[in-house]
């Protein structure tokens, strides 16, 4: 008999043709496996780069504890291969993380055309975190580094569930503040989205993409079961008069802890930057004065530092900026070792500027702070935090600022005018 | 001058082995040392009447075999070689084939035709021997031609259609040739011989007469014609005659309508009653329409109302009668149909039809065929109840589950019990049935299958799989696709999890049956059980998986034991290793896709290790495919503990990447390169060299298979990712290569899809390479990349423009890019403000529904902004 035409495939033949489907899965694993690794290669490198110049004068060889220890200050970094980084596991991931927040400045001074170049917005009382989802998990990391909740969410690749689009190890990242009393994730920030780094995109950009994609995956629903926390974008306002007003008087749905400020145009950068600014008095923040270890206000402002190998005690600014000492006696007394965290108190009317410069004159030790401090206070804390209490920077400056700034427009764009 | 080569031709055909070999070894210095003259004596021979049929006949073979080849490096020499030699010889030679044509003996004609077809289908695209249609012609119109030279003649014409390609021809050499062959075909002046080579002709000319048939007169009159000749009275006229029509209705469908009821009465007739041969492409007529009509609608699903494609109905409106004609294909078995996979003949031929047109009209056609199946498939003689088993099965694919659900729901319990049926006829279709259900309309959401009657369908199962080989066979099937409908169901998948071990057992102990007259009964078991594996619930079954695991390993190790005598003990032996490595291949990656169940693997990563190198060892020429692939998808798991394996593996891993001729084999070997670099990293560093030399040495052969250059491109791309800034010293090789296939791929002229297709794998794994590059360099040596970047770039612009840019390229050229810009940053300023293609280009893929290309432009978009405000 002869053989069905060419073409024609007769319909009892068996259909199962396993070894071509084994050798199409194996080559789409590897297709899927190599745009996976080329573009973890992408992202992290991407975002390794934003960190910035490498401290040039480091040492070659660093002490192993100092390398580890070092809190707050953002050196050791450049160990960082970008392909290795995808790989770190447990404790070096919670350091990885840990220098990777961007950690606003606290606002001492207005800058220069605020309602141009800023936006602003009520920023929510509660825990700042990252919150990563990849593999179907989703996972938030305090800025210490350490995990705070594992759960299952919206997000892409954020839950096991089957309708994920790209691979499933491509992940996002969001700068969150998790406020308690309604247990949501506010985000205030969106850093890699489906495996796509935004590191070095402006602000607008990336609030204009968060706001776009977030409401894509149903992340601000409700929690269910396989959704187990509600994230929500904060409003953002344009820092003109109104976007201010707004954000200072507004009403939002969680507790307010102050206003933040973000530059337009200026990229995601880990550390502290003065490109995000974070202001508060006691009208929309609960907490202007720092507490001490016990929730009190303590008389005097207290301050934590960081103790060198000098003995000079220092922020956790890059590079770190010494604001005073102890004395070896008194270190060997208290048992303090290089990189411990110290809080120490100021005899107020010691403090001084001198040639813009802060002087905290006679240090009072305090004690050492709690393990779960990762890092020093900053110079803008520490300044902001001695304004507020003797000559605090008062809503009405930001509004003058901003009535100067459009006034001075105005007489501009006249100018301008006028000429043509 | 020709020489006198009889001899040597005679004895070349020689019983007596060593007279043979000498005399093959003469001819084949004859040809190295005088191709022109050795040709010329061929074709001297051939014509030459004097001379015996048999050296005739082989000088003839030779000619042939001097012009054309199967493998088209070969044949791109060949046609070379003929191009050269000196045209007064070529003219000799075609001169000598032409008069070959008027021979008496037939075998001298035949040949002759096939070496004209042969010697045209190089000449006349390079617009030579133009006068051949003419001269061919001039025989047929000559009145004392001889029909013999006529016979021959047409055979010439339509063997010259089937070599040359239709816009070599002249419109008005078509319109000749159309007239030869049309005449040839009447009934009153030739006999048989001429009319089916007309015929024959006619077949192969069909492709050439596209304007005639768009002229409604010249359509007519061919069509006319050929259903004329469909009636004539040799069958084998007939056949060839549907054959045409099969033809026609497969190029011209846009102008069949006029002839529809015509078409219909002459099929249906011929399906009834004529010869087997005949019916068969009469019912392969309706089949041809089926397949037009579906490419129609699937085309029209994605297209607005009202496009102009024709879409006729014709099997629609055919429908009340065509569909009784091929039921009544189904009652006419052979009692050995199912012995034998490839069976073809009337009830399987009008069952494919039946599955075609209910694939062709859905819903419409259930209505028709049940009440056959109801009628017959009680009844007890074994046609009956086969044939209406068939029916059902085969309408189950086009129909609307809807449709469907309720009469196989009420179906399925008779279907289970004729499982017992005394007929094995009956019990292998039940079980094709039974698994085309399966394939069709079964799914976790669905209702075929669920709680009350899975225990049923499994106990029946695993009883029918002891049946015979043939219905076994089918019994896997089931299997296969009841699993299947578990995939990726999470949860639900672990409805099967009371069944998985007896299954796996009982799919083991087919694999082992000794009653297989092939070895298609083992690999459908072993290959079922790839299904069960792959949607078996993990981590659940997690520990079976590893038993089973430890089970095929142990088989592995038996298959060394195997006594090998005869070259058919080595293919048997090969084959089980390719499907227990295939097996292992689905565990390794069915259970590392889970952390619970990951350490089942690593455990015994040592010993599968241990296995794929003997397997590797006792192939002494080529390696194992099945045993490469599983390697990959250890490497993978395994990360970079594959380094303590890879001394011993690495003298396998490059054989097979200079396993050139098998290139499937090589294919896989370069992928496997790229699981390793991805598992070891830089560790894979000391076998760079070895590995760098031969892909580059592979891609310099001209005789690799040009399917497996795109891999090694990216492979390139991983391994450079893999060892970063040591991938320097390769870069003097590579970038030549990569600029090489680039320009390539801009030449290349896209005639088909499959050249199309091509261009876009070989621009895509270009793009990859240089994104592996550029990510290695990055943080030390981008500089190396910046002499390149105009070239990539305007490479980058050339595929941008091309239109038939597939979304694989789009993405690795955009993601190049974004690496472009990445690596080497303000460097490219002024390159990327000058060429501004790339906005556009991005622009392109935010319009895209891909998810992910729109993601990719994103991070690119940044990064060249990036370059253009620093």
Redesign the interface.
Known sequence: ?????DH????????????QR??E???R??AD??SD??NR???L??SV?SLGPEPATEPEVEPEQEMSEASGQLAGRSDL???RAARLRGPEVRKWFARQLLLPEWMVDVPPSLDRDWYVFPRPSGKRCFVVSSNGTTISRLRNGSILHRFPSNLPNGA?T?DV??PASSYSILDCIFHEPDETYYVIDMVC??????Y??TAE?RFF?LNSKLSETGASDPPSQYHRYRFNVVQIYECNLAGLQASYSGQVPYVKDGLLFFNKHAHYQAGNTPLALVWKDNVCSQYVLDTDSKGQIPSQQQVVLELQNDGNLTTSDDPPVALGSLSRDLIAQSGLRVGNLVRVAIKDERMRLVDGKLDLGELQLVGKTNHSRAFADTYSKVLFQHAARHAPLRIEDLVASIQSNSSMDNSQALDVEMEG | MAMEITQVLLAAQSPDGQVRTAAESNLKQFQEQNLPHFLLSLSAELVNEQKPPESRRLAGILLKNSLDAKDSFRKEQLTKQWVTVDPAIKSQIKEALLTTLASQVSDARSTASQVIAKVASIEIPRKEWQDLIGKLLANMTTKETPASLKQATLQSLGYVCEEVSPSDLEQDQVNAILTAVVQGMNQAEHGFEVRLAAIRALYNALDFAQTNFENEMERNYIMKVVCETAVSKEPEIRQAAFECLVSVASIYYGVLEPYMQTLFNLTANSIRGDEEQVALQAIEFWSTVCDEEIAIQEECAGADEGNSVLHFRFVEKALHVLVPVLLETLLKQEEDQDQDDGMWNLSMAGGTCLGLVARTVGDAVVPLVMPFVQANITKSDWRSHEAATFAFGSILEGPSVEKLAPMVHNGLDFLLSAMKDPSSHVRDTTAWTLSRIFEILHSPSGTIIDQSNLPKIMTVLLESIRDVPNVAEKVCGAIYFLAQGYEDAGSASSVLTPYLGNIITALLSTADRADASSNRLWSSAYETLNEVVRCSNIPENANMIGQLLHEILKRLGQTMELEIVSTDDKERQSNLQALLCGVIQVIIQTLNGSEESLPVILQSADQMMVMFLRVFACHSSTVHEEAMLAIGALAYTTGQEFAKYMPEFYKYLERGLQNFEEYQVCSISVGVVGDICRAMDDKVLPYCDGIMSVLLKDLSNALLHRSVKPPIFSCFGDIALAIGEQFEKYLPFVIPMLQGAAELSTQIECTDEDTEEYVNQLRRGIFEAYSGILQGFKNAKADLMLPHAGHLLQFTEAVFKDKNRDEGVTKAAVAMLGDLADALGPNLKLLFKDCTFHAEFLGECFQSDDDQLRETATWTQGMIRRVLVS
């Open positions: 008999m002869a053989p069905p035409p024609r495939r007769p319909i009892k033949r068996a259909a199962i043709s396993d070894q084994r050798r899965v194996a080559l694993l590897q496996r190599r690794a080329q290669a992408r992202q490198a991407s780069l291969d970008p392909v096991r089957k689009s790209g989205w489906r495996g796509y780094s935004l070095d995109c950009f993409w």
